[in-house]
Nanobody
Framework: QVQLVESGGGLVQAGGSLRLSCAAS????????FGWFRQAPGKEREFVAA???????LYSESVKGRFTISRDSAKSRIYLQMNDLKAEDTAIYYCGADDDKAINTASRLYDYWGQGTQVTVSS
């Protein structure tokens, strides 16, 4: 069992920055891929970024170059630094954990989820 708690969301103007944090606890966290997904009203949950161990990362094309995912194993935290935010980044952002030991972009493959944190970007 893995527990995930997201924080750091809020309201920001377009062009601004936010850093989301996901606190993870439970089983051996090094065995999990951690991903950030987002869901806007009326849309499906979509992949944003994921990290496997310390240096394997993957980003969606829509956020590549603007967002950075990182992991602090000592603190059991996963971060998503979001820069140059756009109105279309507005969504609830979720942290997920997947024990497949390879990065997946499909949300159905993730085993554990946090409750989400709202990000609103005003234009």
């Amino acid at each position: 069992q893995v527990q995930l708690v997201e924080s750091g969301g809020g309201l920001v103007q377009a062009g601004g920055s936010l850093r989301l944090s996901c606190a993870a606890s439970g089983r051996t966290l090094n065995n999990y891929v951690f991903g950030w997904f987002r869901q806007a009203p009326g849309k499906e949950r979509e992949f944003v970024a994921a990290i496997w161990r310390g240096d394997n990362t993957l980003y969606s094309e829509s956020v590549k170059g603007r967002f950075t995912i990182s992991r602090d194993s000592a603190k059991s935290r996963i971060y998503l630094q979001m820069n140059d935010l756009k109105a279309e980044d507005t969504a609830i952002y979720y942290c997920g954990a997947d024990d497949d030991k390879a990065i997946n972009t499909a949300s159905r493959l993730y085993d554990y989820w946090g409750q989400g944190t709202q990000v609103t970007v005003s234009s």
